[in-house]
């Protein structure tokens, strides 16, 4: 099996919402696939589609080589699934509902449980009750990786840890990763994003807009370029690619495609350059870049 | 003050969530003692039927402990015996819960945490709070005072009456904003409230049934509404021993309110096992640990409940034997002796009762999934049906195990009281578990709800409603038979009379089962609420 989880043109209403709007994504069995998208874009109720708690309207989905809905109960000996607020039963300790939901889901490992605990210095024997957020994501990260799953669905699982807890998280995902467990990893936390996955799916409106690898994104956002010149530069404006020109003197400032950038920066140094800064795209403009312009309601890339 | 600061917007506030809550039972109130004083004046209007029933307070014990002592023998009086100690609870049951809700549910919620870092005081919730109840039951005192003045009760007393109860209810509300600040969970406030109000309701019963120890009754708040002594001739400075303990409690609640920090309360809770005992591995496990405490409640009730039933039997020929108009209503409701009708008839009630177990647990099911805690079990190997079964069980079994026990207990009681337990018993647990098949059928319809409407479920609270006003008013309207018919109670056969059929209990039992079938049917098929 290639592929872990296949949607295609998934279509989901809440009454007059249209949450998903014919949504595809694709993710390949062993890798980390980022999910990303800003709030409403579709991202829980894409999950819980997956997890079969929601029915989709119309468009096909297959996880594992099943069928979500219909094969719910058997996918889910293969799964582990947090959510980005994890609920709990306020009566019961958080050692007790780590037990039941690895039990429930068919076992956990008793020895990766206990290591588990002492990573994330979770107190066990606390009543859920008396967690704080960031305790009860434990809980439910915890229950989640003592799991010997084959699919990891991961809706915003850190909000509320602490940075110390949210690197062993990452490194947790590596080795889980590199055991060969597929991830899928819905997060605001681009660090995260960037350290952790080899492909993402960004979607809005219950769209899909983008996927690939970070390096295959990067190429379709822009380099910002100042530099100093010897002379007046004319003519760039009319070089395709270059946006926001502005010139002041002997001074250039500009953004330019990075697929265009070999030929704008050759136009540049044919009027001598003495100095010049050049700023790669960060994930943070890409992405903005993604989330904004709801106007447009397309790509802007 | 600035501890006080923002007391009025949350008095708003509360105000607003409950402009549904409050004025229901407040109307709850108004329309139990508007019926039954308009009903009282006919029942014991004469010297001789007012006779009879103090002589009966006099030698059965039961009715001591249930209603307390009698103070005067007009009409008015007895009035004021019959239902100033069960109303009394139940405005200080409504009084306590409010209070709760709006302090120690808040911060239980976490939502007061936020509502707190704005202008508002350490002290503007507790007081806010009890500013609303108290209003509420000063609201209540004054339309109790109308309408019984309006129903031709003599003035002072209905004033008296009135009192009574708002007192009752602000001192239990009190008593909430206290047991508020000692707890870390609102149902541990509520349940430690609610045991106070139990315990002194217990201690005016020994204090009123026992000669050698009646100043008990001093010691209880349930008590001292009676010892206001509502038309017959009224001691008013109770109501100031009601005020003074008010502001005992008051004024402790308020300094543990002002010494603790936000969120915590007096009592840690202890911590849980670090991990899961063996047997917590399945749904129904996890359905037994969160039913459990409920279960076990409500077992508790239903031996209060028998016995009582029970002790009341004995004594019911010589009540009701001697009352025509009473014997006629009761006579309306079955054939058989008196007391055969009797257990019949308070077999009915007590399965009307079963069923608001039955459905609290089969709406379990939904406060489980709105509250996001359904979603990790099933995401898990966890099938739904199994899920929903898991609970499933507790309002299907559970209403049988309470009938048995309430049975058990009031065969017992009657049957030790005339020397014929094992026969008693057997016709007891009989006739009460004969009803089981017209809970279920509520259980099932409950089940339906939530299977295919479950923003509605409520509904299942309305149908329980409607099935208790037609059992108790429908034979005294006389309303036709297939207005009666669409209750299942209607159709439990009487176990006195000789023609038992058990026909109608296997279509009972028939349709449960449908219906049951098409709930689980239905959540299989629809979407999980998704909103916390």
């Known amino acids: 099996m290639d592929t872990a989880i296949s949607v295609s043109g998934v279509h989901k209403r809440f009454g007059r919402t249209h949450a998903l709007d014919g949504l595809d994504l694709s993710v390949a069995t062993g890798e980390v696939h980022g999910f990303l998208g800003p709030n409403g874009?579709?991202?829980?109720?894409?999950?819980?589609?997956?997890?079969?708690?929601?029915?989709?309207?119309?468009?096909?989905?297959?996880?594992?080589?099943?069928?979500?809905?219909?094969?719910?109960?058997?996918?889910?000996?293969?799964?582990?699934?947090?959510?980005?607020?994890?609920?709990?039963?306020?009566?019961?300790?958080?050692?007790?509902?780590?037990?039941?939901?690895?039990?429930?889901?068919?076992?956990?490992?008793?020895?990766?449980?206990?290591?588990?605990?002492?990573?994330?210095?979770?107190?066990?024997?606390?009543?859920?009750?008396?967690?704080?957020?960031?305790?009860?994501?434990?809980?439910?990260?915890?229950?989640?990786?003592?799991?010997?799953?084959?699919?990891?669905?991961?809706?915003?699982?850190?909000?509320?840890?602490?940075?110390?807890?949210?690197?062993?998280?990452?490194?947790?995902?590596?080795?889980?990763?590199?055991?060969?467990?597929?991830?899928?990893?819905?997060?605001?936390?681009?660090?995260?994003?960037?350290?952790?996955?080899?492909?993402?799916?960004?979607?809005?409106?219950?769209?899909?807009?983008?996927?690939?690898?970070?390096?295959?994104?990067?190429?379709?956002?822009?380099?910002?370029?100042?530099?100093?010149?010897?002379?007046?530069?004319?003519?760039?404006?009319?070089?395709?690619?270059?946006?926001?020109?502005?010139?002041?003197?002997?001074?250039?400032?500009?953004?330019?495609?990075?697929?265009?950038?070999?030929?704008?920066?050759?136009?540049?140094?044919?009027?001598?350059?003495?100095?010049?800064?050049?700023?790669?795209?960060?994930?943070?403009?890409?992405?903005?870049?993604?989330?904004?312009?709801?106007?447009?309601?397309?790509?802007?890339? | 003050m600035t501890a006080l600061a923002g007391t009025g917007s949350l008095i708003r506030l509360a105000l607003r969530r409950d402009r549904w809550l409050l004025p229901i039972w407040l109307l709850l109130f108004i329309v139990i003692v508007q019926s039954s004083a308009s009903a009282w004046g006919a029942l014991y209007d004469t010297p001789e039927e007012r006779a009879s029933i103090i002589g009966q307070i006099g030698t059965n014990p039961t009715f001591k402990a249930l209603y307390g002592v009698n103070y005067g023998d007009s009409a008015d009086a007895l009035f004021a015996w019959r239902y100033g100690a069960t109303i009394g609870v139940f405005v200080a049951l409504m009084s306590l819960l409010i209070v709760t809700r709006h302090t120690r549910a808040e911060e239980e919620s976490g939502r007061l945490e936020l509502v707190s870092a704005g202008v508002v005081g350490r002290l503007a919730p507790l007081t806010s709070s009890l500013i609303v109840v108290y209003g509420a039951n000063i609201v209540l005192a004054a339309a109790v005072t109308g309408i019984l003045t309006g129903a031709g009760f003599e003035g002072a007393g209905s004033l008296a009456f009135g009192l009574g109860l708002a007192l009752s209810g602000i001192l239990f509300a009190t008593i909430a904003g206290l047991t508020s600040q000692v707890t870390e969970s609102a149902r541990f406030a509520n349940a430690l409230a609610g045991i106070v109000l139990g315990a002194t309701y217990l201690l005016r019963a020994l204090g009123d049934t026992s000669e050698g120890v009646g100043w008990l009754s001093w010691f209880s708040p349930t008590g001292w509404s009676a010892r206001l002594k509502p038309f017959a001739g009224e001691q008013w400075w109770v109501a100031g021993l009601f005020l003074g303990v008010t502001l005992v409690f008051g004024v402790v609640a308020y300094v543990l309110n002002l010494r603790r920090d936000f969120g915590a309360g007096l009592v840690a809770p202890k911590p849980g096992p670090a991990r899961a005992s063996a047997s917590l591995s399945t749904p129904l496990a996890l359905a037994w640990r969160l039913q459990r405490g409920l279960l076990y409640g409500w077992i508790a009730g239903f031996v209060f409940l028998g016995a009582i039933f029970g002790g009341v039997a004995n004594g019911i020929n010589d009540i009701f034997g001697s009352n025509p108009e009473m014997e006629e209503v009761i006579r309306k409701l079955g054939q058989g002796t008196l007391v055969e009708v009797y257990m019949d008839l308070v077999m009915g009630m007590v399965a009307l009762i079963a069923s608001v177990y039955s459905i609290q647990a089969a709406l379990r099911l939904r406060s489980e999934e709105t509250g996001l805690l359904a979603e990790p079990v099933l995401a898990t190997a966890v099938g739904r049906v199994k899920w929903a079964v898991s609970h499933l069980v507790f309002?299907?079994?559970g209403?049988?195990?309470?009938?048995?026990?309430?049975?058990?207990?009031?065969?017992?009681?009657?049957?030790?009281?005339?020397?014929?337990?094992?026969?008693?018993?057997?016709?007891?647990?009989?006739?009460?578990?004969?009803?089981?098949?017209?809970?279920?059928?509520?259980?099932?319809?409950?089940?339906?709800?939530?299977?295919?409407?479950?923003?509605?479920?409520?509904?299942?609270?309305?149908?329980?409603?409607?099935?208790?006003?037609?059992?108790?008013?429908?034979?005294?309207?006389?309303?036709?038979?297939?207005?009666?018919?669409?209750?299942?109670?209607?159709?439990?056969?009487?176990?006195?009379?000789?023609?038992?059929?058990?026909?109608?209990?296997?279509?009972?039992?028939?349709?449960?089962?449908?219906?049951?079938?098409?709930?689980?049917?239905g959540f299989r098929r629809r979407d999980l609420a998704t909103a916390g």
């Open chain 1, 41 to 301: 874009a579709g991202k829980s109720t894409t999950i819980r589609v997956l997890l079969g708690l929601l029915r989709a309207d119309s468009g096909t989905a297959t996880l594992l080589g099943g069928d979500p809905w219909r094969d719910a109960t058997t996918l889910h000996r293969r799964l582990a699934y947090v959510s980005g607020d994890v609920t709990l039963w306020p009566g019961l300790s958080g050692g007790e509902i780590i037990d039941l939901l690895g039990r429930l889901r068919g076992g956990l490992n008793k020895k990766r449980r206990d290591e588990l605990v002492e990573r994330f210095e979770l107190d066990p024997r606390k009543k859920a009750r008396t967690y704080s957020k960031g305790n009860r994501q434990k809980v439910g990260l915890i229950a989640a990786l003592a799991s010997d799953v084959e699919l990891l669905l991961l809706d915003e699982p850190t909000s509320g840890l602490d940075p110390l807890m949210e690197a062993i998280f990452q490194d947790c995902i590596k080795e889980e990763s590199q055991s060969g467990r597929t991830v899928l990893l819905s997060s605001h936390i681009l660090a995260e994003v960037e350290s952790l996955c080899d492909r993402v799916s960004i979607i809005r409106n219950g769209k899909t807009v983008e996927t690939g690898t970070l390096s295959e994104l990067r190429h379709l956002t822009r380099t910002s370029i100042a530099a100093e010149l010897a002379s007046a530069p004319t003519g760039l404006e009319s070089l395709s690619g270059v946006h926001d020109l502005a010139v002041d003197g002997n001074n250039v400032k500009f953004e330019v495609d990075t697929h265009e950038l070999d030929a704008a920066l050759k136009a540049v140094t044919s009027f001598g350059v003495r100095s010049l800064t050049s700023q790669p795209p960060t994930l943070e403009e890409l992405f903005l870049r993604h989330y904004e312009d709801e106007l447009n309601g397309g790509r802007t890339a």
């Open chain 2, 395 to 397: 309002a299907v079994l």
């Open chain 2, 399 to 521: 209403p049988a195990l309470l009938l048995l026990v309430g049975g058990t207990v009031m065969g017992l009681i009657y049957g030790l009281a005339i020397d014929d337990v094992s026969g008693q018993v057997g016709t007891s647990v009989r006739s009460s578990l004969v009803q089981l098949p017209a809970v279920w059928v509520l259980t099932g319809f409950a089940l339906l709800l939530f299977g295919f409407l479950p923003r509605l479920i409520a509904a299942a609270w309305a149908a329980l409603v409607v099935f208790v006003l037609l059992g108790q008013l429908g034979p005294i309207l006389e309303l036709s038979q297939g207005a009666m018919d669409v209750s299942p109670f209607t159709h439990i056969p009487r176990t006195g009379g000789e023609a038992f059929t058990a026909t109608p209990l296997i279509w009972l039992v028939g349709i449960s089962v449908v219906l049951c079938a098409a709930g689980l049917y």
